[in-house]
């Protein structure tokens, strides 16, 4: 996937705006976004990012996609939005210096407790854990998703690998973002960021 001379927006970013913007910054800060209503709102993310000297690549799982707009997403970023593993001859990408995982799905969180790394997004994941970078994951749930014991038992043994699980208290009894979808406008971009940021 290139970038798109095209016209194309975020919600809430204009993307020739931010395409005008880009700003490559020496730190690699890696965003998994996922198949749930925020990943359209990341742009919030990426602009915020760039400013303090991020230089982000956007890594949607498959799912993530009709969720989003990758063409905007690219011109923000001025790098290809990384959807599949990349075939052996390609040059691999930097390695992330901190990672972001939001939204993250039940799906995504649960895979990636387990160590599954059935696509891009989860490889990145795993590799982030492994290496000790800073991983910030922020999942977005439904109440009867959010009460199930596979979900509460992911979370624990992600934590236990050092990854930063955000609730809307950082607690592990607290309540996951996503039980209402009023919750959209408010989610944690900036938050997450800020932790990544302190390691
Ligand atoms: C409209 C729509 C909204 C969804 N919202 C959520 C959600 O808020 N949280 C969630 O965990 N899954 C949600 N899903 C389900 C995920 O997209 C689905 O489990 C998908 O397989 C996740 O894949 P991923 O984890 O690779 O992104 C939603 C699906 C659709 C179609």
Redesign the pocket.
């Known amino acids: 996937m290139c970038p798109s001379g095209g016209v194309t927006s975020l919600r809430g970013v204009n993307a020739t705006e931010g395409r005008a913007k880009v700003n490559q910054g020496s730190r690699q800060l890696s965003v998994v976004?996922?198949?749930?209503?925020p990943t359209a709102n990341v742009g919030v993310l990426v602009r915020r990012a760039q400013e303090r000297s991020w230089t982000v690549r956007a890594i949607?799982?498959?799912?993530?996609l009709?969720?989003m707009d990758a063409a905007a997403l690219e011109s923000m970023t001025g790098n290809t939005v990384e959807v599949g593993y990349r075939s052996p001859s390609d040059v691999r990408p930097p390695r992330p210096d901190a990672a972001i995982v939001a939204?993250?799905?039940?799906?995504?969180?649960n895979?990636a407790a387990l160590g599954i790394t059935d696509?891009h997004?989860?490889g990145v994941i795993a590799e982030a854990i492994g290496r000790a970078v800073p991983v910030v994951m922020v999942?977005?749930?439904?109440a009867p998703?959010a009460a199930r014991q596979p979900f509460r038992r992911s979370l624990a043994q992600l934590r236990d690998e050092g990854v930063r699980i955000l609730l809307r208290e950082d607690d592990a009894a607290a309540l996951p973002f996503?039980l209402d979808s009023s919750d959209v406008d408010g989610f944690p971009w900036h938050l997450a960021l800020d932790i990544a940021e302190r390691g």
């Open positions: 976004v996922c198949g749930a209503a949607p799982t498959p799912d993530a009709s969720f939204p993250a799905t039940f799906n995504t969180v895979k696509t997004a989860l999942p977005w749930v439904n998703l996503g």
